[in-house]
């Protein structure tokens, strides 16, 4: 899935997550940057979580800044979905698809 621009999900509310993502000039690359109030203890099941979604939805060449505030794995998803469909400008996501 191509990112056409920039996009934001989510909020800085406790127990939420603000995501940000934007195309890259460089179309093989992905920058990622974390920030979790939680990160010691969950930042790689955080991390794995985001480059799960990445990669289901082959998505490269974009700098992905999650800013994380105690979100559970079910808003982080959710919140991903909501800003890929925002910076892809999809309409709806074919949920029968997914796993």
Known sequence: MKILHAAVAGTLESSDVMVRIEPLDDPEELDLQIT???????GAAIRKTVLD?????????????????????????AR??????RACD???LPWEGQK
């Open 90 to 92: 999809i309409d709806y």
């Open 36 to 42: 979790s109030s939680v990160e010691k203890q969950f």
């Open 53 to 77: 979604i990445l990669e289901q939805q082959d998505i490269i060449g974009v700098q992905l800044i999650v800013d994380d505030k105690g979100a559970l794995d079910c808003v982080l998803k």
């Open 80 to 85: 991903i979905e909501a800003l890929i469909a």
